[in-house]
């Protein structure tokens, strides 16, 4: 009873606390916790996260020791996830749990508690699942593809296009275009199944997912490259540079956000993901119809977009250890080191070999939000 009492004073407190979402929720306490002892069945699981979470699926599943499903619907009230349990059996009891954060980042896990002896239990696999982030393998590998084609569909579409405003409209650039349209619709359904991979793939997760803010998103981003595709009939190219500043604010919207700084992250996010997409896109559209007015125009998007990354980085590891300390520091210490390597050879006139690292620093940036920045 001390425990729960413990628990639920923790979530009231977090509850009460001024809500700063810091992506990636991640499990900070539970009653029962894991692999404690009881001397009865629990009335109820009680999770409480980083975060205000909603659930994905059940959210919250129980198995026996004889493998039945013992726990009733999860209910959220902010931080905290309960949900009854109707089991009696002694043994071994294996809990697992999904959720959505509010930035539409997926978390999973599995602990287990024994009542009365320690059993056997046919769900007892799950709980050594690898993990990268808060992801499976899968989930995290196919969550950085998604990303990876998304950027670069962006960075073809809307970079090449304001390449064209900025210097000349050049018929043989529209295959950048078309081909970074094909990007940006095809990364979708491969980002719907990463985030199903990240949790699980069955009927109520994929409902749950869809009807979440993860899926409102998707629904943006094919509606824009779609109402994009559209509008290239259009004379006017400025339409679609509009379009490319919301679907920046999209992706801003499902980035990591900053801690004590609501809103702030997604503005930075948005400017960061814009000033990469000119220089990207810039770039290719450079190296398909060359112009000398390239130059100041690369200037500022590289510039940006080094600047405001740079700014998330620190606002991300916060202390310098953690840079080669995580998984996300020493994504963010490649993700310099190629930003340094692109920069000599765009000074050497190297632009095919830029193009080619430049290629690898959005895939670093892909797998970094795909990973929960160090807390």
Known sequence: MGRRLLVVGVAIALALAPRTVSAHALLLDSDPSPDSILTATPATVALIFTEGVTPAGKGIKVFSPAG???????????????????????????????????????????????????????????????????????????QALARWMHFLGLALT????????????????????????????????????????????????????????????????????????????VETLWPVIGLGLVMALIDGASGHAIPGLPGAGVLLDAFHVAAMGLWVGGLAAFLYAPD???????????????????????????????????????????????????????????????????ALVVAVAAALVSLPPPR
């Open 292 to 358: 000398r007015r390239f130059a100041p125009y690369a200037a500022w998007g590289f510039g940006v977009s080094v600047a405001s990354g740079l700014l998330l980085a620190l606002a991300h590891i916060g202390f310098p250890t953690a840079l080669l300390t995580t998984q996300y520091g020493w994504a963010v210490a490649v993700k310099i080191s190629l930003v340094a390597v692109a920069l000599a050879m765009a000074v050497l006139g190297r632009r095919r070999i830029e193009f080619g690292v430049v």
């Open 68 to 142: 039945h499903q013992v726990a009733g619907p999860a209910r959220p009230v902010g931080h905290l996830l309960t949900a009854p349990i109707s089991g009696s059996e002694i043994g071994t009891y294996v809990v697992t749990w999904q959720v959505l954060a509010a930035d539409t980042h997926a978390s999973r896990g599995a602990f287990r508690f024994v009542v009365g002896q320690p059993s056997s239990n046919p769900y007892s696999p799950l709980l050594s699942g690898g993990a990268i982030g808060t992801a499976t393998p899968l989930g995290f590998v196919l």
């Open 158 to 233: 809307f970079g090449t296009i304001t390449y064209q405003v900025i210097t000349r409209r050049e018929p043989r650039l529209r295959r950048l275009v078309v081909a970074g349209l094909g990007l940006l619709i095809s990364a979708e359904p491969v980002a719907l199944v990463a985030q199903l991979a990240s949790l699980s793939f069955d009927g109520d997760t994929a409902i749950a997912v869809l009807g979440s803010g993860f899926g409102r998103l998707l629904g943006l981003r094919l509606a824009i490259a779609l109402l994009v595709w559209a509008l290239l009939a």
